[in-house]
């Protein structure tokens, strides 16, 4: 892991960028994005970038890493638009960026991936995988074909292997130890929680079957939040 993706990880850019929302918001708790100008309406979609770039050789710099003239809030999307800006007619080259997506059942995982991820981008869903190696719902004779195509897709992620430039992995992981594992193995940049309030979860669950109703049920008792 280096040390840019250790200090996005770390308990004082997560206490500092929190104080900082809070110090932006507006009246009613709304933040504005320093691009677009459009309100941040998810608290996960809220991006804290550095309009000075953060380096392996800057990141130890306070006056760069935690001065809060250098930070913009900005929208998940518009922060990849940012990085994948076009520099004299060419693609800047940027570092591979990898993502870790959780959340309850129908918390809006699927959805909000879809929302941010481009045509160069790789997406790590087992529902999809599911899917597409099958014509019926989750047989359980295909179990093992479909971890091992997820362990495949995250081995090559953990490599950083191919041209993709954002990878996301979209899963459940309601324990923080499972999730601190997986973002460990593949040197993650962030881990982003879903966090979808459990009666919108249950009540789209209920729209789905009483099978999902239990499944989401059974994500919230064994949710474990971040520690720190």
């Given amino acids: 892991m280096t040390k840019r993706q250790k200090f996005y990880r770390s308990d004082k850019w997560i206490k500092f ?32 970038h550095h309009k000075i770039e953060l380096t392996e050789e800057n990141v130890d710099d306070v006056n ?3 001065n809060p003239d250098n930070i913009d809030l900005i929208h998940f999307k518009c922060h990849n638009k ?20 959780y959340g309850s059942p129908c ?4 959805t909000w ?49 191919g041209r993709w430039l954002h990878a996301y992995i979209i899963g459940g992981y309601p324990l923080s130890g499972e999730r601190e594992r997986l973002a460990d193995l593949v040197n993650a940049d962030d881990v982003i929680h ?23 049920n059974d994500w919230w008792e064994r949710y474990t939040p971040p520690v720190g």
């Fill in 17 to 48: 960028l929190a104080n900082l929302k809070d110090q932006r918001a507006d009246e009613s708790g709304m933040i504005t994005c320093a691009i677009c100008g459009q309100p941040i309406v998810k608290k996960y979609d809220c991006i804290g």
């Fill in 194 to 216: 879903i966090d979808t309030p459990k009666d919108i979860c249950i009540e789209r669950a209920t729209k789905i079957s009483e099978e999902m109703v239990g499944y989401v």
């Fill in 107 to 110: 918390s809006g995982k699927r």
């Fill in 113 to 161: 991936v879809a929302e941010q991820a481009e045509d160069n981008d790789i997406i790590v869903d087992i529902d999809r995988l599911w899917q597409a190696i099958s014509c019926s719902e989750k047989p359980s004779r295909l179990k093992t074909n479909v971890f091992q195509l997820r362990d495949v897709l995250i081995d090559q992620i953990k490599v950083r292997q």
């Fill in 64 to 66: 760069i890493a935690l």
């Fill in 82 to 101: 940012v990085h994948n800006r076009f520099v004299g007619g060419y693609m800047a080259r940027k570092p591979q960026q990898v993502y870790i997506v």
